[in-house]
């Protein structure tokens, strides 16, 4: 069994697990406690507390530190997302997604715990809930940028193992009833969704678009299954006297 971690006098971490540490000291009976930090940095703090206490210095006086709200994180990475990237719209429903549950917390309060729950609890599928873990660490790294956060949480919550394999294709029936509705709902991702340009090749990009194999492709599969015939392919190719 491993040993627990020594405690340090004058020093709490919250929240837990955190990586935000706090002080705790006493002058002539009065309580002070400082939000700090990094643990090194909240261990010189309390020292020289306690060194200002015992040398009677007057202690500064403490004022109420605005609190960063993941509100005003995730409105930022929205308005870095305009700027830099094209996607930006993903980001927008995403905040608003967020609105509720989170938008009025403290952005130092929110745990990788709850990260991980929140996902685990309102996204359907893995890749929903790495895009959404990603959008967390983009709030609080820009957070961190402009001083506003010290830690980003989501850095501790894993990513979800994503199942990409395709099942299968669309009919074309299928595809004209499901573009339709892209069209209706959400035209601007209609793009992503079309079907290859027209060309001089267009029946061969239907028929790749829709699953059915070209000949050129059907050939390959068969030889990659048919190991004589894969063998009997590279004897008779030019250069490679026996296939070697």
Request: hydrophobic share 30%.
């Amino acid at each position: 069994m491993g040993t627990q971690p020594r405690k340090t006098r004058g020093l709490f971490e919250r929240p837990a697990c955190s990586g935000i540490w706090w002080i705790n000291y006493f002058v002539k009976g009065k309580q002070h406690r400082e939000k700090v930090g990094r643990k090194s940095d909240a261990i010189a703090l309390y020292q020289k507390r306690k060194a200002d206490a015992r040398r009677g210095e007057k202690l500064p006086e403490l004022r109420p530190q605005k609190v960063t709200t993941f509100g005003e994180l995730a409105n930022g990475a929205v308005d870095y997302a305009k700027v830099h990237l094209k996607t930006w719209a993903d980001y927008d429903w995403k905040e608003r997604a967020l609105r509720e549950p989170l938008g009025s917390r403290p952005a130092g309060e929110i745990t990788p715990q709850e990260i991980d729950r929140l996902l685990t609890e309102h996204c359907r599928t893995p890749a929903t809930a790495n895009r959404f873990r990603a959008f967390f660490s983009l709030c609080y790294r820009l957070g961190m940028e402009n001083g506003k956060v010290m830690t980003n949480p989501a850095r501790l919550v894993r990513m979800r193992r994503e199942n990409n394999a395709r099942l299968r294709y669309l009919s074309r029936d299928e595809y004209k009833k499901l573009s339709g509705i892209i069209l209706r709902g959400n035209p601007r991702q209609h793009p992503a969704f079309s079907r290859p340009e027209a060309t001089d090749d267009s029946a061969d990009a239907d028929e790749e678009w829709f699953g059915t194999e070209r000949p050129s492709q059907q050939r390959r599969r068969r030889r990659s299954q048919n190991p004589a015939e894969t063998g009997k392919a590279q004897t008779d190719r030019p250069g490679i006297p026996g296939g070697r």
